[in-house]
């Protein structure tokens, strides 16, 4: 196991593996983002870690961009090469895929994607 030195990092990708986004091509979506990163020598700037289940099932395939807090859903292998790029260009992000933003020390959502339940403390 490698312990990165992330000085110098400038984003961090959890990219959702768990079982409602393997069945929604996370498996590629995971290779197209880190083949997009190797592309331009960008493993520097962006770090990414693979999760099992982040909670979002509905809108599979997700992933989560911090330290901006911009979930992302629906993502394609296309989409993540995108997203790579623009990340790197400094340009908008991919507006049609946030489902949430982080705002005010809190999770707003886009209107985007799934609604969601809110958990329940037991």
Request: neutral net charge; hydrophobic residues 35%; charged residues 20%.
């Amino acid at each position: 196991m490698a312990t990165w030195n992330l000085s110098g990092t400038k984003h961090h990708l959890l990219l959702c593996n768990g079982g409602s986004c393997m069945l929604s091509h996370a498996e590629e979506v995971t290779h197209a983002i880190r083949d997009e990163i190797n592309l331009h020598s960008a493993d520097s700037l962006i770090h990414t870690t693979r999760t099992l289940c982040n909670g979002r099932c509905s809108d599979a395939c997700t992933v989560v961009l911090y330290p901006q807090g911009i979930w992302y859903h629906n993502l394609t292998p296309s989409l993540g090469r995108e997203l790579i790029r623009r990340l790197l260009e400094e340009k908008n992000p991919l507006l049609e895929q946030i489902s949430y933003t982080y705002q005010h020390q809190q999770f707003v959502a886009t209107g985007r994607a799934a609604v969601g339940e809110f958990k329940s403390v037991k």
